[in-house]
């Protein structure tokens, strides 16, 4: 039987949708770059979101290459300055912010939290710093107007036009005018990635300020509007289980201790890069929460007519302008695959004291069993940068400080309005209590 589902699309335009169910099918899909384009999708519908003019134009002959290029400034060896700089401002967030007390419990949301401190120091480690000081004034304020703009993200993605979303256009302007290039340019620290985004633009004549100021807002989304939720998941589920906590506690302080560091909450720590790359119990449990939270879509648009090869018996013809889409939530939550899939095992993605990659379905190994991240060549450029960060925002949490969930409160549910675009948000905060350690 074909696995694969088709959705009559508007009537006039006669588009249909291909879901591809069966991931043992994902590789003949992802390999099909040529015909089955992701670009067609995004290069229409991120302009609308986030309010700047087309790139795949010829007002700006080569802007989409140079844009493609900056990507690989959140890779490779550009990621040990970007993880040294996240280490700074994360410890400088949590220094100021919160270990400036005794020994006393303190109560928070859990949420709260964890997107406070996350989003401040992503936005000082790829922004940088202000001009005079070493902290952005007003970041609370723009946090609460960032979360009022993604409120809406599904309904722009959706095309409906920002006039119908009530003051949503009038947030977006004033978070894109927080990025204008006179403000940018007093700042220092920024990272290579933004600095080389800002000096492509400035080859632009035809690309306004305020244009300038909206792409650099749309990676202010990207590096934080998947990485909060996926930064809170992580942490609520080991939080809700103690001995998961305690396993990675200790996994964290034995890498300290063989690089000769006995830690002490009286000293600020730093956790270089190749440390981070040891903590394979924190990288799976980090896994394992984005296994559980992730829902994006991965979408193709057919360039041409042709008939997809599914596998060596099957092929489905598909036309000119459809849709071919994988849905890898149906995967990360297939029994089959994911033994009791709904429970969170920290160790998921551990075996024989090395990465897990071996996971099966109908006895045939499979290419790709985790997709958080996307697929091909659309799969996110930031995604070492986002594992990294989650991993260093969780080693100073649990070397810090006691952390316990308030009793009587279940998980709390997916927030299922942003299905297909990303990491889900939690239905509710979740309480919990936290202090310093006494080590
Ligand atoms: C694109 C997920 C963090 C930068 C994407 C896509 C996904 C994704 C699913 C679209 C891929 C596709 O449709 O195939 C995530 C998740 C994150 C995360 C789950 C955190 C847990 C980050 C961070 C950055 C970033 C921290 C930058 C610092 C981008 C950019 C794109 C993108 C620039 C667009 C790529 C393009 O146009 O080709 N991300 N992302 N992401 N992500 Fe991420």
Known sequence: MLESMRVKGAQQQRKYTTFIMDPLLYPSIIKQGRQLDFHEFTSKVAPLTFGYPPVLSSTFPGLWEQIKRSFQLLQGD????LTDSMMVNLMLVFRQDHLDRDGDWRRGSLYEFCSSVMFEATFLTIYGKPATGSRHRGMDNMRKDFNEFDNMFPFLIAQIPIWLLGGTKAIRQKLISYFLPQQMSRWSNTSQFIQRRSELFD???????VDKAAHH????WASVGNTLPATFWATYFLVSQPEALKMVRQEIVDVLRDSGIMFSTDKDVMLSKEQL???IFLESSINESLRLSSASMNIRVAQEDFSLRLDNDRSVGVRKGDIVALYPQSLHLDPEIYEDPQTF?????VQDDREKTDFSKNGQKLRYYLMPFGSGS???PGRYFAINEIKQFICLLLLYFDLQLDDAQNRPN???RRAGLGILMPSLDVRFCYRLRAV
């Open 78 to 81: 550009h990621l040990v300055p």
């Open 203 to 209: 080859q632009h004549d035809k690309l306004k300020d």
């Open 217 to 220: 807002f749309a990676i202010l």
């Open 277 to 279: 790359d040891k903590l």
């Open 345 to 349: 095992r920290f160790d998921r993605f």
């Open 378 to 380: 659309s799969m996110c």
């Open 414 to 416: 997916l927030d299922s």
